[in-house]
Structures are given as C-alpha cells and as structure tokens.
C-alpha cells in the first residue's frame, strides 16, 4: 500500500498570503539597502582584480561536456530483476526530453525564473532576492541560479562563505560559455539531491512515487521541484504538512510564471498526494552481493564499480535465494533450540516493565509484523498456563508448549558436558517477569489484535547453503552465514572444513574408475594403524560401534561404513583418490594419508558442491560461475561468460556413482530425502565429536550443499550428525526449489549393464537365488563366476563411537 499524505484542503492562504513588514521592519530595510550601495561601489573599483584573484584556482571545467555523474552499478539475476546496487550516489541519468515540461516549467519557477535570459549569474534575481530578505529580515530566498547551483554541486564544498559564492558565480558563468541552456538543466536534473538517498529526478520519481520520470503528473512533479531546497525538512516521512506547503509555493510560482492558471494551482493543490511507501532495505544475497563487489573492484577499481554505472549480469536466481536463506535460518534455528534455551537477551526493572504494559514503548506496530517474524518482547506475566509478553506494541501469549524446548538449559559452551534437562519444568522455571526475549508470531488475531508466541532464540551455530546447475556451473544461490550483518565472512565459499564421511563419494568412485564395482565386496573389522614414528595408534570405528563383516561398495557407501572405507582407500590407492579428487573439483590440499577415507582433509563447500555436480553431469566438470556479462553505461561489453566445460571423468564411472548415491537417499543416511519425490543422489558428513554436519546432494538439473558447525570449531551436541543437522535444510531448500526446478532422471549411458549378483558375494546369483539383487556394472567389469551359498558373516561388536 502507497504511504497517503492527506492534508487539510483549506490551508490556501498558505500558499498565497504573506505576513505585512512592520515599522522597526521598514527601518531594517533602509540599513541594508544602504550596506548594499556600499557593497556595489566598492566592488566596481576593481572587476578586474577580483575576476583574477579568484579565478587563479578555480577548477577546470575544460571536460565538462563529456562530464558523467556518480552512477549506479546495478547487479541483475538470472530474470533481470535487480537484486542489489552499489554507489555512492543512487542515480539513474535520463535525457531532459524524457522529462515532463510540468517538472521542468516546476524547477524554473521556483529555482531560476530567468534561467532562458541570464548568463549564469541573475543580477536582477540577486536585487529581488536581497529585497525579498529585506523585506522580510528573514533568508526567504536565495539568489543562486541554476547554474550556480550545478557549479556548486559539481566542483565546490557546501562550505557557506563569501569567497566560495564568488567562485560559485565565476563557474557558473564558464559553464554557460561551454553547455546550451537545455544542456546545463539536463545536468543539473540529474545530478542534484533529492533526498532518502535519491540523487537526480530519475531516482527521486522511483523513491517518492514509484514511477519513472515521464509518468508523473502535475501535483508530483510540483511536490518534487520543491525538495532540493531543502530535502529533509520537506520530506513526506519525516514532515508531511511542509512537504505540502512546499509544494504549494512551487504551484505558486508557477501560476506567477504563467505555467499554469489559477484554477489549475487551487485544483491541484487540493489533490492529496500519494507517496511510496518507504520500504527497509534488505538485500536478498548479502553474500553473494558481497563475492561479486571483491571480484568487480578487483577487476575494473573502485571508481568504475561505485560511480561508473555498471550493469552486471548473474546467474542468481532470486527464488532459490530466498528459499536458502529461509531454509538455512530456519534449519539454524532448530539446531540451536536442540542445543538449550540460553536465558534471556536482558531483563527490565520494574519501572521499565510497567512503562511495557501500559504502551509497549519502542517496538513497532503489530502491523508492521507478519505471522513467522521473530521479533523482540517482554515477560510481563508468567504462570503454569503459559507467559504473557509484550511484542510489537501489542498483548501476545506463549503456551507451555511453544517453549517446552527451553527445559534443556545450557550453562556453559561446552554442548556436550554443559547441557541440563528438566523434564518437570513448568513456565515460571522457564521465563521470569522482566525478561527480554525473542519470540515467534506464531498466530495474529486481526479483530483483538492478540497473538499467539512461541519463545525463540538467536542461534550461535553457523552454517552455509550452496546451489549451482550442475550442467552450467551457475551458481542459483549462495547463503554464507546466518546474518551477514553479524557475520560477513561467507562460509560458502571461504571455509574449509573437515567434510567427514560427505567425502566418501570422491573415493568410491575413483575405485568404480579402477575396475571396481558396486558389487565387490570389502570387509568391514577392526583395524588397527600404528606410527612408531610418532608412537601413536589410529583405530578407526563406525559410527553404529559395531562391524558388519563382508560388505558390498555399494552397502558400505549407503551406510558409511567407515572401515570398510578405510580399507577401500587402501586398495584403491591415496594418490589415485587425490588425482580424482583435483580433476572433479577439490582444488585444496589433501592429507595423503588413510585418514582421507573417514574426510580428514578441509574443503570447502562450494568445492564438494561443484565435485558432486560433476557426477549429476555425466562426468563433465563446469567451473561454477556466478557473473555472465558485465556491461558499461554506454552499453559496451566488458566481458562475457559461457560455461567452461570439460570431460574429466567418464559417464560411466559418473552414472554408476550417482546411481550408489541414490541409495543413500532411498535406504542409507540421507533416508529423510526420500519425501521428496524426486531422482536425487547425495551423501551425509559428520566429524569427531560432531563438530561439523554436512550434507552435500543433487538431481541431474540442480547440486547443493549444506554445512552446519561453529566457526571456533567445538561440538554441535551429542548426535547432531549430518542427518539431524544438515539433511533438514537441504530438504527444506530442495522442496522450495523443485517448485520452479523441473524434474529430470539422470541419464543412462549405454555401456552401462545389468545383472542379478548374490550381495554377500558380489558373483554372480545362482539360478533362482532368494537373496539376489539386481545391480549396475560398466560394461566389461560384470561379474562371470556364479556364487556358491556362503555362511552368514558374524557381527562384530565395539564400544567407541567414531566418525559417521
């Protein structure tokens, strides 16, 4: 809804009367007049000495015809709507033929009426001025014109002195000799302040009014040629009544002009003015807007990318944005919940808390808030049914259960040792009177303008979501953090982190690319590694505590079956893992030891994200890009991007991959995916002692990632494993994306074969088999032998849990 300015359609004596000078007036006038015959004869004594003295420095104007003002770059999605801006002055240049003759008949009566007669200085405009303001002792008008003004604005401080008015008028009569009339009010219009950070009639029309220039009608153009004066004093948010008698003396002028008549003036002063309503400024992708402002300044300087007026294209799409960022948030949120209610941000005296109930001071208005937003409150009452507190200038209520999570108390940072539960606590062990908290507006009631609350809480815990197509590279969103005003450093693209089991796909798939197959059969026992170097002992485990015997590839990555990858890595060897690992993508360093196999070495997330893309993309690497084309003010190209693709991989080794990570999905860890409903592959990760949650997956069309952890590195809380942690969020993302993504099967190359395989064996099943599974193989690597019954592999129990 427009903000609606309406004022009292009677106040034309505003417009149009002027309070009579009195006597001790009169007798003021008389001084002046004389200080001024005073001021002209001394001046005439020497034109020429003054024309040089400050003249000697004043700047040149020599380029003043190819002069641009300060632009903005402007930052466009994949659908050309604009997702962000950079400037220092929010402008927008339009040609003066596309401006309405009403807004420039406007600027010339109010500014300059002899604009078209004079040659940069107004003479007779400086006599009338002087006389105005003696006439009235006050400074009620001021005898710049407008090219004046634009020498001010262009080359000169806002300092208020007599030197600096003088330059001011020897510019602008050096301007006048190099710039036509229309050239210099062209300018002029587009440079000068409008105010709320609207520089030029362009930017002013689109904040004020929400039109382009050429869509407004005579009441707001006469409101807009009235605000450079004085933009905040006359601004419609801040001081409704004179932004309205400002625009009646601007239809005055006119009328005196001859512009308009009188029943034009008093029909279009009576019209009540509608302006935008102003919107808080929230940028969609911090992050992404933040990657792209080091990769521009770091390729075209600051200059050009806060002032040049740069139009770059992305691959951003703003609706898969806007579901990471409430995935990840939301997904944080309950991580944190999970971890234990903190206590309260502050707590109010008495005092404080009695001013609460009775205005609810300093919060916005309960119709500035939707239902979903947390906002801020106070506990004003508390008993066993719930708490009652004061959010958003209005009465809402918590019921035990929107802040049952809160029985689990954390004391200290320490999410393993320092959690306690009470089971048995009821609201008053929970919130106390005075309490400032943060509360979920769960449901509003429009007729009584109560709420129903749910406590809530900042989280502390981290996180990132990465989604790029995997068969362009283009990066379709990119959160790097829960609030990039907390936060700036983007965990997306800048952290690296030990991914744990996510890491596993690297190596079963470089061992499908050896000859292995999805049938061999590895065994998962006890292991025992020893340095007698540096006298240590590595005994990997499971994460289950146990051992599961002979296990097919396929079974050990849908369950990450760690030792059964420990020993996978062995066979298939380290340096092979790490020659695969650099061609899909992971570009870091990688610890070339057995260690790799449980994702010891620190990536990144847009590093495994794009390696899995390879896979959704039939072997075919596509650098992950997030600008297609970069373009001037003038239109000219400054750089342009295609997908730069390359095969590393075979389709065969990619399809067989995938086709195993479908089963992480379908009957693995990544089991809650399946809601879905679509053909998605992926993998969990969790790291020693939970400190890192992962999950990294894709569908042919569409790759993302999820990491979880705190930046200082310590432990999420007993069980927060990729599973509980991560796979939420992505979830949550990918359902929001599949409503605009459509859906597509991976692909099947042709020498891709099928057979029927004893899984205890990885032979072939004998004729008949109960037990036999049907299963994928590169042509030529399918098993021949058929097998023969094998005994039941015994279970191997341990303590200790380990690595997921």
């Known amino acids: 809804m427009p903000y609606e300015a309406k004022h009292n359609k009677d ?16 007798s003021w006038k008389a001084k002046l007049l004389i200080l ?4 002209l004869i001394v001046g005439a004594g020497g034109p020429g000495g003054l024309f040089w003295y400050f003249s000697k420095d004043l700047p040149s104007i020599a380029t003043l015809r190819e002069y641009q003002p300060s632009l903005v770059t402007k930052i466009y999605g994949e659908d050309q709507q604009v997702i962000g801006q950079f400037y220092i002055e929010r402008r927008v240049l339009v040609p003066l033929s596309r401006m309405p003759q009403d807004l420039l008949h406007a600027i010339i009566a109010v500014e300059d009426s002899r604009f078209y007669e004079h040659k940069g200085v107004d003479p007779l405009g400086i006599l009338r001025a002087l006389l105005t303001n003696i006439e009235t002792l006050r400074l009620r008008q001021g005898a710049s014109t407008i090219t004046q003004q634009l020498a001010r604005s262009l080359f000169l401080s806002s300092e208020k002195s007599l030197k600096r008015k003088i330059k001011e008028a020897l510019l602008a009569w050096k301007i006048e000799k190099v710039l036509n009339k229309d050239e210099i009010l062209e300018l002029y219009l587009n440079q000068i302040y409008f105010g709320h950070g609207s520089y030029g009639v362009q930017a002013a029309a689109r904040t004020y009014f929400g039109k382009n220039v050429d869509q407004l009608n005579l009441a707001e153009v006469a409101y807009l040629a009235g605000v450079p004066r004085a933009p905040s004093e006359y601004s419609p948010y801040i001081n409704p009544e004179r932004a309205k008698q400002r ?13 308009i008549t009188e029943e034009q003036l008093r029909q279009v002063y009576r019209q009540d003015l509608y302006f935008q309503k102003p919107e808080k400024v929230e940028e969609v992708a911090p992050y992404y807007l933040e990657h792209l402002r080091q990769y521009l300044t770091s390729a075209y300087g600051d200059n050009m990318v806060y002032k040049g007026g740069l139009s770059v294209y992305t691959t951003l799409n703003l609706t898969l944005q806007k579901a990471a960022t409430a995935a990840l948030k939301e997904g944080l949120r309950e991580v944190d919940k999970r971890q234990g209610y903190r206590g309260p941000i502050a707590r109010k005296n008495p005092t404080e808390l009695a001013r609460e109930r009775e205005t609810g001071a300093g919060m916005m208005a309960m119709a500035m808030v939707k239902e979903g937003d947390i906002i801020e409150g106070v506990v004003t009452a508390v008993d066993d049914k719930g708490a009652t507190v004061v959010a958003a200038g209005r009465t809402g209520r918590i019921p035990p259960e929107g802040m049952a999570w809160a029985k689990k108390r954390l004391k200290g940072p320490d999410l393993l040792k320092d959690v306690e539960l009470h089971p048995e606590a009821k609201p008053p062990d929970i919130l106390h009177l005075g309490d400032v908290i943060k509360v979920k507006l769960r449901k509003l009631d429009a007729r009584t303008q109560t709420a129903v609350l749910s406590l809530d809480q900042d989280p502390l815990v981290e996180g990132a979501l990465i989604a790029l197509d995997p ?19 983007n965990r997306a693209l800048s952290a690296r982190r030990q991914p744990g089991s996510a890491f596993k796909p690297i190596i079963y798939a470089t061992a499908i690319e050896r000859g292995f197959t999805p049938a061999t059969i590895v065994v998962d026992s006890p292991i025992v590694f020893v340095d007698e170097e540096q006298q240590k002992i590595w005994k990997p485990e499971n994460y289950e505590s146990k051992f599961y015997g002979p296990i097919s590839l396929r079974e050990a990555l849908a369950h990450s079956r760690n030792l059964a990858t420990v020993k996978l890595l062995d066979r298939v060897g380290i340096k092979n893992v790490v020659e695969f690992a650099k061609r899909v993508g992971i570009a870091g360093p990688l610890t070339p030891d057995l260690s790799m196999a449980l994702g010891s070495s620190s990536v990144s997330l847009i590093e495994l994200t794009s390696a899995f893309g390879v896979f959704a993309n039939e072997g ?5 890009m997030a600008v297609l084309s970069v373009v001037d003010s003038a239109g000219q190209v400054l750089e342009e991007h295609e997908p730069a693709a390359n095969e590393v991989i075979a389709k065969e080794t990619a399809y067989v991959i995938t086709n195993m990570m479908e089963d992480v999905i379908q009957r693995g860890t990544g089991g809650r995916a399946k809601v879905l409903g679509r053909p998605l592959a992926g993998k969990t990760g969790t790291t020693n002692d939970f400190t890192d949650a992962w999950f990294v997956g894709f569908a042919p069309n569409l790759a993302a990632g999820v990491w979880v952890g705190f930046d200082d590195v310590r432990s999420l809380g007993d069980r927060e494993a990729g599973a509980s942690a991560a796979l939420p969020i992505w979830i949550n993302f990918m359902r929001a994306a599949f409503e605009v993504v459509p859906e597509t099967t991976f692909p099947i190359p042709e020498n891709i074969v099928f057979a029927k395989v004893d899984p205890q064996t990885g032979l072939l099943a004998p004729e008949g088999a109960e037990n036999a599974a049907v299963e994928i193989f590169v042509k030529g690597t399918e098993p021949t032998k058929v097998s023969h019954p094998q005994p039941k592999p015994a279970e191997f129990f341990r303590i200790d849990a380990a690595n997921e």
Not at 471 to 487: E, H, L, N, Q, W
Not at 620 to 624: A, G
């Open 471 to 489: 068969r362009t590279g283009a990066i379709k969103a990119m959160v790097g953090g829960y609030d990039f005003k907390r936060s700036e450093f």
């Open 36 to 39: 001024f015959a005073i001021f």
């Open 247 to 259: 625009q009646g003396v601007v239809l005055r002028r006119m009328r005196e002009e001859g512009f």
């Open 620 to 624: 075919i690497r596509v650098e992950p």
């Open 11 to 26: 106040r034309m004596s505003n417009v149009v009367e002027q309070e009579p000078p009195s006597k001790s007036r009169r």
